[in-house]
């Protein structure tokens, strides 16, 4: 699978809304783990401002506590040590609450655990104060040792909560900048997880809206491809049906209801439905092929004969296999087709057969009345010629000689030609047996069939080794016969004929002359010869029944002999190619099939 069909395919699409709700959710739980973060910071400023404010209570309530301890020592008015007892009440009270707010400070609260010792001691020197002033002791060196002690002990408390102050006012600023962070970084990561979340959501929408426009193509390409095959089943006359195997349900295309002569859909597709119109003879052998599919859920060619409502009876041939779709949903496609006309015109090819048969057994039968009947009158004509020539050629006239002449070349020439056409009929014969036959024998078997007219012309006839052929003995050596009985008849008069047979195996792909190559290898055997040759614009005219090239006057022949060579070589499906040039000689190429 190449990556744009990946690219294109559904499950990529799946995967990627699957990465997209990923992306985003993980991209919401960053922005909301920063909201957090930036609320605590939020929480943490403002629990320093707590803690600043507290301390900051702490040190009033304390500085309340003393101004009504000094106002009470001056004055002895009660009303002063009111601000002193809840100022204390109040000291308390913040130093608990100062206590939770700094509990997570180890510092702060060893701090906090200090400061309680210089509170608990001047708390300690209010209360000494208290009883000088009650005895009017405030003159004696004890008092003022306590005032002063009263008053270092105070100084030592502004200490530490200016120190706790500062400590606090320290981690504020470090808070503060983080808030800042937080607050300007905020807005940027907001945005980029809009930004892409919009993104992903843009590409998911595009490739959703491509994956529709293709969907509507592929669509209407299917309905295109419906339409045709609704036509393209009308044509041939056949339908197509599935067997959803899971559901055991069946589907019938429209054509195959019009085949069986109803209209489309006309009635529910099942098998119970359609045996009824299955030919009475036929029902129990198409039960059984049935249950046979259904039990291997498979179909094998089934033939088959229909009767329609009409009485008219058609022949029908089904085949079906097993699909298996991306959720191993398995449905078994059918198709039947109306072979009516393959059946009639079978029975219509047999009766031309029989009617070929036949014929062939007329032409037999003009064969023997050719060789027998046709050649017992010819031979007494030829008899009585030769007695006219011998007793009463001295009564002719001059003029009745030449009629008598004339009277025994035609004669000669039927005869010849009744010879020829017979070799002819033999070489359409198509029963005859291939047989595994020594080519050279043959060649000699030609040669001295010949053999008068090579003696009588001084031919010489050289030839290579020709390997052993599956052919038709007797074809082959007619055809041997044939080509070089040609070269000697048109051969240049006073010239000796020269005959050269030359045989090679050849490659099919370098032979251009062989347009249907239906053998990778042939046998390839040469006549050439020194005659007096043809113009090349005749090399496919001279294998035409009865062509003549030359006057009958100047060369005897009927002009069937090469038409008995085409037709031996084509029964051997092989060719014969003619190569000749005036005044020099001709070759003739034949090719046999290497088996």
Known sequence: MNIKSIFNSARFLKITFGISLFVILCMGGLAYKHLQTLIKSFDLVEHTYEVNIELEQILSYLKDSETGQRGYLISKDTRFLESFFSGREKTNNSFARLKELTKKDERQQQKLRDLTVLIDKNLNYFDETFKYSKNDNLDSKEFDALLLAGKKTMDNIRLEINQMINHNNNLLRIRKLDNERSITNTPIIIYSVLIIALLLLLFTYSKINNDIKNLQTKNLQLEIFKESTNQSEIVSKHGTWNWFIEENKFSYSDNLYRLLGEQPQSFEPTIENFMQFVHPEDVDKLKKQVEKMMEKQDLPFIYYRIVQKNGSIRHFKAYGKVLTDNEENRRLIGTTADITDEIENYRLLEERNLELERNNKELSSFNHVA?????????????????????????????????????????????????????????????????????????????????????????????????????????????????????????????????????????????????????????????????????????????????????????????????????????????????????????FEVYLPFN
């Open 371 to 587: 060789s027998h009947d046709l050649q017992e009158p010819l031979r007494k004509i030829q008899t009585f010629i030769s007695r006219l020539e011998d007793k009463e050629a001295e009564n002719l006239s001059e003029r009745g000689n030449l009629y008598l002449e004339r009277i025994k070349t035609s004669s000669t020439r039927m005869r010849l030609l009744i010879d020829d056409l017979l070799q002819f009929s033999r070489t359409n014969k198509s029963e005859e047996i291939l047989e595994e036959t020594n080519m050279n024998i043959i060649l000699e078997n030609a040669k001295q069939e010949l053999a008068e007219t090579i003696l009588e012309k001084n031919a010489i006839i050289t030839s290579d080794t020709i390997p052993t052929l599956t052919v038709i003995p007797f074809q082959l050596q007619q055809l041997f016969i044939n080509l070089i009985g040609n070269s000697l008849k048109y051969s240049k008069k006073e010239v000796a004929p020269n005959i050269r047979i030359s045989y090679e195996k050849v490659d099919a792909k370098n032979v251009k002359k062989i347009k249907k190559k239906k053998f990778n290898f042939y046998h390839k055997i040469t006549f050439e010869d020194n005659g007096i040759g043809f113009d090349e614009e005749y090399a496919e005219k001279i294998f035409v029944l009865f062509s003549r090239l030359h006057n009958k006057n100047e060369y005897s022949g009927t002009g069937i002999g090469l038409s008995i060579c085409k037709k031996i070589v084509d029964n051997h499906q092989g060719f014969i190619f003619a190569i000749g040039k005036p005044n020099i000689g001709s070759i």
